[in-house]
């Protein structure tokens, strides 16, 4: 199946399970906020880089057990080798635009499954020569959107806070044709882990009014 039609599709589903008047209502909006870790196939075991994601989500309810949620979010990705002699750095920053349908599978465990287009804001490569450091801007260099194929398992830890952890696997490259960043010709797709928390905006609020 084409993205476009993956797309699509994911658009008509969401479409009905917002606007369905029988059965919908929203449920919750609030923030999100965690840690990020991240890797471009290719550039080898051990090339993890951490970062930090920020944005908002909203809730709607389908059934007592299924719903859609909307999330908007900041994310920095990419890749370090940890190496400060050779360096072969590359940051990646995004806006997330995620569309993650939730199963609850009891009162306090709920299993995410989504797509997760993103748009490419901006980034660096940073390398070595000969000792001395390097450094590119990616802008123009890098597919300007990203598409994600997204599941995790969530955890309330009660009606205000929820923890969870997700992983993301690219199926977009960030190069298709010059490939500056993957060795032995592999395409460079990304990878990811999050950890993450999540606070209702009502209890932002009472936090906000004290």
């Given at each position: 199946?084409?993205?476009?039609?993956?797309?699509?599709?994911?658009?008509?589903?969401?479409?009905?399970l917002v606007y369905k008047p029988t059965k919908l209502k929203a449920q919750?909006?609030?923030?999100?906020?965690?840690?990020?870790?991240?890797?471009?196939?290719?550039?080898?075991?051990?090339?993890?880089?951490?970062?930090?994601?920020?944005?908002?989500?909203?809730?709607?309810?389908?059934?007592?057990?299924?719903?859609?949620?909307?999330?908007?979010?900041?994310?920095?990705?990419?890749?370090?080798?940890?190496?400060?002699?050779?360096?072969?750095?590359?940051?990646?920053?995004?806006?997330?635009?995620?569309?993650?349908?939730?199963?609850?599978?009891?009162?306090?465990?709920?299993?995410?499954?989504?797509?997760?287009?993103?748009?490419?804001?901006?980034?660096?490569?940073?390398?070595?020569?000969?000792?001395?450091?390097?450094?590119?801007?990616?802008?123009?260099?890098v597919s300007a959107m990203d598409y994600a194929t997204v599941f995790g398992?969530?955890?309330?830890?009660?009606?205000?806070?929820?923890?969870?952890?997700?992983f993301n696997y690219s199926f977009v490259p960030l190069q298709s044709y010059?490939?500056?960043?993957?060795?032995?010709?592999?395409?460079?797709?990304?990878?990811?882990?999050?950890?993450?928390?999540?606070?209702?905006?009502?209890?932002?609020?009472?936090?906000?009014?004290?």
């Amino acid at each position: 199946m084409k993205i476009k039609q993956i797309i699509i599709f994911t658009s008509l589903v969401t479409i009905w399970l917002v606007y369905k008047p029988t059965k919908l209502k929203a449920q919750d909006y609030g923030l999100k906020a965690g840690a990020v870790f991240s890797t471009i196939n290719g550039q080898g075991s051990g090339s993890i880089k951490p970062g930090l994601q920020l944005g908002g989500y909203k809730k709607f309810g389908a059934t007592e057990k299924l719903f859609v949620q909307m999330e908007a979010m900041f994310s920095q990705k990419g890749s370090w080798n940890w190496d400060s002699v050779n360096q072969n750095n590359i940051n990646l920053y995004y806006f997330d635009f995620a569309i993650m349908f939730g199963i609850l599978l009891d009162e306090k465990f709920t299993l995410n499954l989504g797509i997760q287009p993103s748009i490419f804001l901006g980034g660096n490569y940073k390398y070595s020569i000969n000792g001395q450091e390097q450094k590119e801007s990616l802008s123009g260099r890098v597919s300007a959107m990203d598409y994600a194929t997204v599941f995790g398992l969530e955890y309330d830890l009660n009606e205000n806070y929820t923890i969870g952890g997700r992983f993301n696997y690219s199926f977009v490259p960030l190069q298709s044709y010059e490939n500056d960043f993957a060795n032995n010709r592999e395409l460079p797709f990304s990878m990811l882990f999050q950890l993450y928390g999540k606070v209702k905006m009502e209890k932002v609020k009472e936090w906000l009014g004290k």
